[in-house]
């Protein structure tokens, strides 16, 4: 099974994978964009999902049942160069290599049948197809094969494909490196393809070295270009040495990825260990000189006393190979974490906590190829026993969620995102302006057209309203400075004011905030009210001064809110003691009830969809209505759903919660697209809140979002 919520996407079946498949993730762009990911289920299925970006739809297939309960038995995937989709799967210690082909091209849910071929040793393992356009699109499947027993002995074979894959040539041997060979593969997907290699040892259980070559044109290479003239399989002694473990200072070593950079040089991640407990992650470069190795950062120990050599992880950025992820231990745990570096790899700096506070392991990261700015990057999240016994999610989060997490560290792209952010509001409040909206709760009338949910008033205060009393009551119960973030045209920074606060506003949208400070202006000559101060700030990078108010009010903000841990902690620092942290924030959709309960409704209730339109669309796929997605409405917003539920477990590390609740589930934004006539259309709305709430509080459903009340108790 698979979720997509609105920051983050999760398998949740016990999915896993190993490091020496490739590639285990790709991004194909086509005539549609999707992501594709291979893995092994806890089941031992083996099984291909895809992600599409613009529909926002995952499709998976079970390509085999039960093949084989071992993370070693995982798939690599290769996109056709006519769209249509190659999948290579093998047992992890068994002689035959696996593999069907897509029927249609950018599509997983139809394959042809299984093909096979037996390897010409004992085992084969740890497929990783090329295809080359530039040799007629051949296509090259390396693999592992082992050869001999007690001590085991392995080497790299390959075949080649001539036909696009549903026939594969004999098999000939390409590296060996005596007794065990370990080998990381990446193309150009032209004309070269790259190797990386370790020597394992099984009878001493370590792993020496770090070995290079690549292949062009019927031949294998250095990396200066001088040809490797020797027969194949190519020996330990013909390869160029990248890292030597024997070294005086040296330590053991082993291979974990290898990229390209922008001009074709191979760059290499590999881990070294200087104990069990000590483990390395380092980079090695080719300049176009010489190879340049420097150490990354410390890992940790092995994940399990069996395999001490298994360190969490670290996968090179294909697309930018100044950038890798890595997985190391953070206080007791492995977590995933972005280093990037600006001088070739001689010194790296921490630039994102992908993962943080995490209760389980955080492991084996998996660069996507040709990645889409949304997902970077996968990794397994759970509990990882062995390698035979796991139940971990491959999982993703968006990008957005961790870039420029280090505020001292923001990347370019971020710059630009936050303007498209603040460009968004204003136009979305134009657009607003124009459809008869008005600044102020009290005064607020039905726009001419409803939009979204919170365009009706009477939506509003039915659905939400009795939780904006409580934040404007409990955020000025100490008469003195409220502080409100992302405060849009000043709705609540004018209640609060009202009752006897001074207020200060901050948003992102300074259109947003020219009309908030109009209309303050204008009704101040008539009422008596506080001051309101508005500021127009990124939240992401502001810093408050301490101890300064009694209370701040959020919302609807913090899930456009990558740096979400830095603003709670500023907010925990600018509040006075016993300053009251109030928040309405959408936590995003949960649940196979909330799903079934919304579709009945959506199906029952008259909305735009005629019955006839309903029925078609059911009969041709049973899915949830596109209407019920929240994003629709918000979809130009850079950080719409960058943070989630993870905000709930944030605040609780800073504050003691006085009220936490769920509210709707479903209603929200269901009720939008009722369509009959207003008096009767609020009682409906009102019966469903009724029904809404109740199915909350028998925890049948958890609502979309979340209302906290919370103290900073001491000082």
Not at 31 to 50: L, M, Q
Not at 378 to 400: E, L, P, R
Not at 553 to 561: A, C, E, K, Q, S
Request: aromatic share 12%; charged share 25%; glycine share 8%.
């Amino acid at each position: 099974m698979i979720g997509f919520g609105s920051d983050n996407l999760h398998q949740i079946d016990g999915d896993a994978w190993c490091w020496f498949q490739d590639p285990r993730a790709i991004r194909h762009v086509g005539i549609r964009d999707k992501t594709y990911w291979g893995y092994v289920a806890k089941n031992g299925d083996i099984t291909i999902s895809s992600y599409d970006h613009r529909s926002q739809e995952i499709d998976t297939f079970t390509l085999r049942a039960a093949l084989d309960v071992d993370d070693h038995a995982a798939p690599a995937i290769l996109i056709r160069n006519d769209g249509r989709i190659l999948v290579f799967y093998s047992k992890h210690n068994a002689n035959t290599m696996y593999w069907r082909i897509s029927v249609n091209p950018e599509d997983i849910t139809a394959f042809g049948d299984e093909l096979s071929f037996t390897g010409g040793g004992l085992q084969v393992c740890y497929p990783n197809p090329v295809q080359l356009a530039g040799e007629d699109n051949k296509i090259y499947l390396f693999y592992r094969k082992r050869t001999g027993e007690s001590p085991t002995r392995e080497r790299e074979a390959c075949r080649v494909s001539m036909d696009g894959g549903n026939q594969f040539g004999p098999e000939h041997d390409v590296i060996d490196v005596d007794n065990r060979t370990y080998v990381k593969v990446i193309s150009n997907s032209i004309d070269k393809i790259h190797f990386c290699v370790t020597q394992g040892d099984g009878v001493a259980n370590i792993h020496r070295n770090v070995y290079y070559c690549y292949y062009y044109n019927g031949h294998y290479y250095r990396a200066d270009g001088e040809m490797i003239s020797a027969p194949l399989p190519l020996k330990e002694h013909n390869l160029e040495k990248v890292y030597d473990s024997d070294t005086l200072g040296n330590y053991q070593s082993w291979i974990w990825d290898i990229a390209l950079d922008s001009d074709g040089k191979p760059c290499i991640a590999f881990a070294t260990f200087v104990s069990d407990e000590d483990h390395r992650y380092n980079y090695a470069r080719w300049t176009g000189d010489a190879w340049e190795t420097h150490e990354i950062t410390t890992a940790g120990g092995c994940l399990y006393a069996q395999e001490p050599q298994y360190s969490g992880g670290i996968s090179i950025d294909k697309d930018d190979t100044s950038i890798v992820y890595l997985s190391k231990v953070v206080s007791s745990q492995w977590e995933i974490q972005k280093y990037r570096t600006t001088d070739g790899g001689e010194s790296w700096e921490a630039v994102a906590n992908i993962t943080f506070n995490s209760p389980k392991k955080n492991i084996r990261p998996a660069a996507i190829r040709n990645r889409s700015p949304s997902f970077p990057v996968f990794w397994m999240y759970g509990d990882y026993t062995a390698y035979t016994d796991y139940d971990t999610a491959i999982s993703a989060k968006k990008a957005s969620i961790f870039l420029g997490y280090n505020c001292e560290n923001v990347d370019a792209a971020y710059d630009q995102d936050i303007s498209r952010e603040a460009l968004f509001h204003d136009k979305s409040i134009d657009e607003q302006l124009a459809n008869g909206m008005i600044p102020d709760i009290r005064r607020a009338v039905r726009p001419l057209r409803v939009i979204r949910f919170w365009d009706d008033p009477g939506i509003e205060n039915i659905c939400r309203g009795d939780v904006r009393a409580l934040m404007i009551q409990r955020g000025s119960e100490n008469k003195g400075r409220a502080m409100e973030l992302g405060c849009g045209v000043g709705r609540l920074c004018l209640e609060l004011a009202r009752n006897g606060m001074d207020v200060v506003g901050i948003d992102i949208s300074e259109r947003r905030l020219e009309i908030a400070k109009n209309y303050y202006r204008g009704i101040k000559e008539n009422e008596s009210i506080g001051n309101i101060t508005y500021v127009v700030a990124d939240l992401n990078r502001i810093v408050f001064e301490e101890r300064q108010y009694d209370s701040v009010i959020v919302w609807d903000t913090l899930h456009h809110l990558p740096a979400i841990e830095h603003v709670i902690k500023e907010v925990r620092k600018a509040l006075k003691p016993g300053g009251s942290f109030l928040v309405l924030d959408y936590i995003g959709t949960s649940g196979v009830v909330r799903d079934l309960v919304a579709k009945v409704l959506y199906f029952i209730l008259p909305t735009e969809a005629s019955y006839s339109q309903k029925i078609r669309a059911n009969l041709q796929r049973l899915k949830r209505p596109r209407h019920l997605s929240k994003s629709n409405a918000c979809s130009s917003s850079a950080f719409e759903g960058v943070t989630g539920i993870e905000m709930i477990k944030i605040i609780k590390e800073h504050f003691t919660i006085k009220t936490m609740k769920t509210l709707a589930a479903f209603s929200l934004p269901l009720v939008q697209y009722i369509r009959i006539r207003d008096t009767l259309k609020y009682r409906a709305i009102s019966f469903i809140k009724l029904l809404d709430d109740f199915l909350i509080v028998i925890k049948l459903v958890r609502g979309q979002y979340v209302f906290i009340w919370a103290k900073k108790e001491d000082g």
